[in-house]
Every structure is written in structure tokens, then in C-alpha cells.
């Protein structure tokens, strides 16, 4: 595999122009001009050509440099904690509608303490059944906050 | 109205208890963020935002602005005792700060720190006071084509100054336009970009961008594993902590160096307070009769800094205010709680709202001398945050995530959009690319919008109007920053600032 394919810089350059051309094509069905002055394709028409060009340049710009040092090389080592960490925040909002606030918090909690930070399981029970009730109180009981409220409970 | 007059009614507004207890919390708040390197001004703001829409506007904002600037105090205690700065900020004060602490003066590097921030930060607050009404009264005869190269100019200053990489920056502005231009056009009622969700008709609120790209973001990039603090003790006792009639003679220069700068940097969009603090810390270096000494523990580098960093933040309120062009993350998100509270920032906005304009300058002075007691006597207090495990803090700043975009709009989908903006903010972080310029780009790409639309309509398509004369001074100088770089020569003195920075 080439050096460049290996440097986020190289993937994210093609996302993003991948979504100018999006832009574009969407703006391209929209009015560029009416007859009271620029439409609503006017303005999108613009950026996302601007961003197809710069995505671009920016592909091109990891491809020609092909230098080992010149570029930061994404390690999916280090990524791994942080998205265990997002995975764990997406579960709780995906479980949210079903068991409410407190609960799924209360796991997050407890996920990312005893999984993720590897505390006994008393301190990460003891935090997550504090963080949960302790944030009830807060907000809802304190704040007058409508908390989000599960089917189940 | 006159400064007297307006003076008097701000500090009638903010002594009342409400909000002096607001000034208090955020000046409080604020100290805490600083003190806590990983969380800062931009993502606790916010955070808070959506828990201040039931509250009184002035206090909210008051207390909004005191995490603001009471970061500022904050981040200085890091540096000095950890040599981490807590802001970007205070990344000078670890210079000699923290040589000062190894040097056994931990406590005169503490003190003279938050003196110099309470006497730039009012310095600061007292240049607004003079410099605010003025610039809005300049600024009343802008139109539609002056705003749009207004906000092109404000852009393309944060971009310059936001990354190394002036192609990154300006992807990332890209990408901040594009969401500010979901949701159903205004003027011709066309539905853009809401791939068939009936959720996004009214486009993706601001809140959620920031929460997620800020907050969230932040707590992923900080996940990696904790390395043990090595933190220098501080002195017990006020008198220790109190620089010596010789410190505070050695630092008058610095103060007013680190006031002016500090202002002055602070009214340029993007330039921000880590640009004005290494710059007062360089002149400072450059007048001083022993530059040598410089990076030892010399106290005047950590006056200048400190006081250049506080100073700034009366500064950003200038543009902030008066024209509504805010020049960072944190006043962007300022920006949009004043647009979310009803209230137009801009040149009539010290006309429209004076109790809340003069209102917030009265607790801008109140919340420098309540910022000098709290990191005086109780620094040690502050100090001991440092001790708490990420562990506690993570999943608090996530809780607190959730329930500030579910309050506002009590939507499970808005709550998937903050999964997906936290992504985005730990890709961007991952891979170089400045948070800055896509949150600026959200917050004024519908203005910016707006105002060319306007233009072009008033000129029935024809881009001459924006060859007018305040227009075309304004575009060309944003056409000449987007040209500089390409010389090697001034872009080298770019990149160098920003690395430094970062």
C-alpha cells in the first residue's frame, strides 16, 4: 500500500470532495437566479465547487508530498479507546427512548469506569448510581429540566 | 446615551443579587475549566447555553461571559504548578511561570498572575467601555454589501490564523457553511440538504454542532490513557502568595504592555488570546534589560502573558457586540445565544439593549475583582482539581452533553445529531484540521448568506454593488490575507506562530 493511503489527510480529502460534489449537485436543481436576485443554489453553488477544488488540492497536496515525516499517519491503536468511548455514547442515546435518562447514563457511567478505566466495580457502581440519581435531582428536581423519558421506565 | 450614564445603568442591572450570583458562578465555573486543562471555555459554554433558555438573558449572559474570561484566571494555576497549560492561552505562562514554581516561588508566580489579569481584564473592560459605542455609531450606515465583506473579512482572518494548514481551515469553513445552509431557505421556502428528514426542515440548531464538536469531542480525544501529575505544591497562607513591592515594580510595564496588546490583538477576528499573549511576551522580552533571563523564572513573563490573555477577552466583545462578528469558538457561541435570546448583535444592538450592553460591562468589572479573590486565597483550593481522575469527569461532561440538547428541543433525533458532530469533532482534532473556522462558518454562514442575497437584490444581480467603496476596501483586504501565504516568507512566520501555539 502507497505511504499517502496510510495518512488521514489523503481519506478526508476525498470525503470532502466527495461531499462538494454532493453540494453541488444538489444545488445544481435548485434556482441559481430568479427574478428578485440569487436563488437558493446560489449560495451552495458557490462553497461547494470552492470546497470540490480545495479537497482537491489537498489530495493532491498528500499525494506529491509522499514523505513519511511530513504527514501525521493515523494509528488505529490510539483511535480505539476514543471510539469505544463514542461506540458507548451511541449506545446510550440508541437505548435512551427505551429506558430513559438515569438508566442509560448510569451504564455509560459504569462502562466507562470499570471497562474502559479498569476501577473495581464498587467505585464504578457507586458513580454510576450517584451520577444518575445526583443528576436527576439536579435537573429535574432542581432546574425544572424535562430529563429524556423511556417507554419501559 | 453616554458612558456615565450607561455605566451607571449597567451597575444598577448587575448588582442585583440575581446576577451578581450569576457573575459569581461564572467567574467560579470558569476558574474550574481553567484549572482543568482538557475542558474549556467553548465546550462548558456550550454545554450551559441550552440550560439558560429559561433564565433571565442579562443573567445568563453575564454569568455566560464570566466562564469566558474567569478561564483566563484559571488556566494560568496549570501552568505554573504542572507546567500544562489549562488554556491555549496560558501555554507562555509555563515558560517562566513554572520555572518560577521549580525556583520555589510558586506563590509570587500565582499572585503577580492573577494582579496582572485583574488589571488588564479591567484595563480591558474600561477600552471597551470607550471603544464599543463609538464603533457602533461608525458602523450604523453598513448595509447588506458592507456586512457581507464585513463577515468575509471576519472569516478569512480566523482562517489565517486558525491552523497550519490554510487549506484545512478553509474545508473546515466549507463544511460550517454547508450545515448553516440546511433546512428551508427563508426566501424561497426550497428545503436544502435535508436528505427526506422532516427533523432538519428547520435546519441543525447551532447548540448541537457546538456541544458535540466541543464537548463530546474533547472527552474522545482526551480518552487516551492518564499519565500521573507531578504537581508542585502551593503556598499556604495569603501573604505567600503575595508578589514583593520589587515584583510589582519590575511588572508595570507588563501590565500595561500585556492591557494594550491584549485589547487590541482581542478585537481581530481570530487572532485570539495564545497570538496576544506571545506577542506581549515577546516585546516584553525585547525591552527588557536582561532578555537573557527570559524562560528562568523572570516574574515580568508572566505578567505580560497573563495580562495580555484577560485583556483579549474585553477585546473579542468589541466585534463581538457592535458588529456581530465574532473572532472565535467561544465568541461564536456567545454570538448565538445572544441571536437565540431575541437580541441582534450589532450596531444598534448598545442603542437597542442598553441594560444588557452596559449590564455586562458593569459585571465585567465586578467579575475581575470577584476572579482576584477566588485565585488569590483560594488557588489551593482550585489547585486540588487537578487531582480528579478522568474518570469522574468524562462521563459528567457527557451526562451533562445529553441533557443540555435534549432540553433544547426535547428530541431523541437532535441527541443522534450530537453523536455524530462528537465524531466529527475528534476526526477533525485527529487530523489537524481547526475546529474555529467550521463553527464561524455555521454562525454567520446564514447571515453571510442573507446579506449577499440581499445585496444582489438591491442591485437586481449585479455584483457591482459590492465594488462600493467601504465594500471593495473590505473584500480586498480579505482577498490580500488569502494571497499572503502563498509568499513562503510570511507564511513560514504563520505557521511558526501557530505551532507554537498548538
Known amino acids: 500500500m502507497n505511504t499517502f493511503t496510510r495518512k488521514g489527510d489523503f481519506w478526508a480529502g476525498l470525503a470532502l470532495a466527495a461531499l462538494g460534489i454532493y453540494i453541488v449537485s444538489q444545488a445544481w436543481g435548485w434556482n ?106 439536579l435537573f429535574s428536581w432542581g432546574l425544572e429540566l424535562q430529563l429524556p423519558v423511556g417507554t419501559l421506565f | 446615551m453616554d458612558i456615565f450614564n450607561g455605566l451607571m445603568q449597567g451597575f444598577s442591572v448587575a448588582l442585583t443579587p440575581m446576577n451578581l450570583g450569576m457573575c459569581f458562578l461564572g467567574c467560579f465555573l470558569g476558574t474550574v475549566v481553567g484549572v482543568l486543562p482538557g475542558l474549556g471555555p467553548p465546550a462548558t459554554i456550550a454545554m450551559l447555553l441550552p440550560l439558560t433558555f429559561k433564565m433571565d438573558p442579562t443573567g445568563a449572559m453575564i454569568m455566560l461571559a464570566g466562564i469566558y474570561y474567569g478561564a483566563k484566571y484559571g488556566g494560568s494555576t496549570t501552568s505554573i504548578l504542572l507546567n500544562v497549560p489549562g488554556e491555549t492561552s496560558s501555554v507562555v505562562t509555563c515558560l517562566d511561570g513554572y520555572q ?21 481584564g479591567t484595563i480591558g473592560t474600561v477600552l471597551l467601555m470607550l471603544v464599543a459605542p463609538p464603533l457602533a455609531k461608525l458602523t450604523l450606515a453598513f448595509s447588506a454589501p458592507e456586512y457581507f465583506a464585513l463577515m468575509v ?148 513573563g508572566v505578567a505580560a502573558p497573563e495580562g495580555a490573555n484577560n485583556a483579549d477577552t474585553a477585546g473579542a466583545m468589541v466585534p463581538l457586540l457592535t458588529l456581530g462578528i465574532p473572532g472565535s469558538g467561544t465568541t461564536a457561541i456567545l454570538l448565538a445565544a445572544l441571536v437565540l435570546w431575541g437580541f441582534k448583535p450589532g450596531p444598534l444592538f ?34 486540588q482539581l487537578l487531582k480528579m481522575p478522568g474518570y469522574v469527569m468524562y462521563p459528567l461532561i457527557l451526562g451533562v452533553s445529553i441533557i443540555g440538547v435534549y432540553t433544547s428541543d426535547s428530541s431523541i433525533f437532535q441527541l443522534s445529531l450530537l453523536v455524530l ?40 444581480g449585479h455584483l457591482s454593488i459590492l465594488f462600493r467603496p467601504i465594500p471593495a476596501v473590505l473584500l480586498c483586504i480579505a482577498a490580500f490575507l488569502l494571497i499572503v501565504p502563498l509568499f513562503k516568507k510570511f507564511n513560514s512566520a504563520r505557521v511558526q506562530m501557530i505551532d507554537a501555539e498548538a
Open chain 1, 32 to 137: 441559481y437566479m430568479t427574478e428578485e436576485g440569487p436563488g437558493p443554489g446560489f449560495f451552495p453553488l458557490w462553497y461547494g465547487s470552492v470546497m470540490v477544488l480545495l479537497s482537491l488540492a489537498l489530495v493532491a497536496g498528500t499525494v506529491l508530498k509522499n514523505d513519511p515525516k511530513s504527514q501525521k499517519v493515523l494509528r488505529w491503536s490510539e483511535l480505539r479507546r476514543a471510539m469505544t468511548c463514542w461506540a458507548a455514547l451511541a449506545v446510550c442515546v440508541a437505548i435512551i427512548k427505551y429506558v430513559g435518562f438515569m438508566i442509560s447514563f448510569g451504564l455509560l457511567t459504569w462502562f466507562i469506569i470499570a471497562i474502559m478505566f479498569k476501577r473495581p466495580q464498587k467505585v464504578a457502581l457507586a458513580y454510576a448510581i450517584g451520577g444518575a440519581v445526583g443528576f436527576y435531582a
Open chain 2, 100 to 120: 518560577m514554581a521549580r525556583n520555589g516561588r510558586a506563590g509570587a508566580a500565582l499572585g503577580i498572575s492573577a494582579i496582572a489579569s485583574f488589571v488588564a
Open chain 2, 153 to 300: 473579512l471576519g472569516l478569512t482572518m480566523v482562517v489565517l490564523l486558525a491552523g497550519d494548514s490554510l487549506t484545512k481551515a478553509l474545508l473546515s469553513m466549507m463544511v460550517g457553511l454547508w450545515i448553516a445552509s440546511m433546512g428551508t431557505d427563508l426566501f424561497t421556502a426550497t428545503s436544502r440538504f435535508t436528505f427526506g428528514q422532516t427533523e432538519l426542515l428547520g435546519g441543525i440548531e447551532f447548540v448541537i454542532v457546538a456541544i458535540g464538536i466541543f464537548a463530546v469531542g474533547e472527552v474522545m480525544s482526551n480518552m487516551e490513557p492518564e499519565k500521573p501529575l507531578d504537581m508542585l505544591p502551593v503556598p499556604k497562607g495569603l501573604k505567600n502568595l503575595l508578589p514583593t513591592w520589587q515584583d510589582m515594580k519590575d511588572c508595570k510595564y507588563a501590565f500595561l504592555n500585556g492591557s494594550l496588546i491584549g485589547f487590541f490583538i482581542g478585537i481581530l477576528p481570530g487572532a485570539g488570546a495564545t497570538i496576544s499573549s506571545f506577542l506581549s511576551y515577546g516585546i516584553e522580552k525585547s525591552y527588557s534589560k536582561h532578555p537573557e533571563k527570559f524562560g528562568t523564572g523572570v516574574i515580568e
Open chain 2, 421 to 460: 458532530f462528537g465524531l466529527v469533532g475528534y476526526v477533525m482534532r485527529k487530523l489537524d484540521f481547526p475546529t474555529a473556522p467550521l463553527v464561524l462558518g455555521l454562525v454567520l454562514g446564514d447571515s453571510m448568506e442573507k446579506a449577499l442575497r440581499q445585496a444582489l437584490m438591491m442591485s437586481q
Open chain 2, 350 to 383: 448598545i442603542e437597542e439593549s442598553p441594560a444588557l450592553f452596559w449590564g455586562l460591562v458593569a459585571s465585567m468589572y465586578i467579575g475581575n475583582v470577584v476572579l482576584l479573590i477566588l485565585n488569590l486565597p483560594l488557588v489551593a483550593l482550585f489547585a
